[in-house]
């Protein structure tokens, strides 16, 4: 069965510090892709990311790098120099090879102060 | 471009009595997903369409919850008899290929 595991419910950070979200992932599949979401308080969740299972080279975008590594079924997310608007909830999510729906964990919220 | 739209934004509706959600999504995107989000949780999957056929209707709840998309375009999203279990936002998402879906803002429905 497929499940993603965010341990942390919220998380408080001053503007400038560096934060990491955790994501632990549980799949059969060997062919499967990962995602990150943020839902800013407006609700509407906006796409960061997807990987798939095959890629683990990491990825920098920004502020925003993602860590990818299957040995321990983890993709973990950093947001260096946070900024007040980071302040959201963030999702992870998988989905299996054979259908595109989405398996979210229970989010991460972020509280960046200035 | 216009993204994804769904309305009503805001749903309150009495136990027992039934709704229609419908959800817009971006002009030319052949995949619409439906998802539940309860307070304080991650998005569940309902239901999912390519076009006007229901490929994945596995999240549906229960009986009461319907999904259509008959024209493969616009979806609406039904649900008879609501309880108070039904209370959440429900999201609509599109998609042109996997790798993305675009989300709408959701309906937040309160059932009293």
């Known amino acids: 069965a497929q499940k993603v595991t965010q341990a942390q419910t919220e998380i408080s950070v001053v503007e400038k510090e560096d934060v990491t979200l955790d994501c632990v992932y549980e799949?059969?599949?060997?062919?499967?892709?990962l995602f990150w979401y943020k839902q800013p308080p407006s609700g509407e969740l906006v796409f960061l990311i997807r990987?798939?299972?095959?890629?683990?080279q990491n990825e920098i975008s920004g502020r925003y790098s993602w860590n990818f590594q299957k040995s321990t079924s983890s993709f973990n997310f950093t947001i260096t120099a946070s900024q007040v608007v980071d302040s959201a909830v963030y999702f992870c999510?998988?989905?299996?090879?054979?259908?595109?729906?989405?398996?979210f964990g229970t989010g991460t919220r972020l509280q960046v102060f200035p | 471009g216009a993204g994804v739209s769904q309305s009503p934004r805001y749903k309150v509706a009495k136990r027992g009595q039934d709704v229609a959600l419908r959800c817009d999504p971006i002009?030319?995107?052949?995949?619409l997903f439906w998802y539940q989000q309860a307070l304080g949780q991650g998005p569940e999957f309902l239901t999912y369409?390519?076009?006007?056929?229901?490929?994945?209707k596995s999240g549906l709840p229960s009986d009461r919850f319907f999904a259509e998309r008959p024209e493969g375009s616009v979806s609406t999203l039904k649900i008879q008899r609501t309880q108070q279990e039904d209370s959440a936002v429900y999201l609509c998402?599109?998609?042109?290929?996997?790798?993305?879906?675009?989300f709408g803002p959701g309906t937040r429905l309160t059932v009293t």
């Open positions: 999510a998988l989905s299996e090879d054979n259908t595109d729906k989405l398996i």
């Open positions: 998402a599109s998609s042109l290929d996997a790798y993305e879906q675009y």
């Open positions: 990987r798939n299972s095959f890629d683990e």
């Open positions: 799949t059969r599949d060997t062919t499967y892709y």
């Open positions: 369409f390519q076009n006007e056929a229901q490929l994945d």
């Open positions: 002009s030319g995107h052949v995949s």
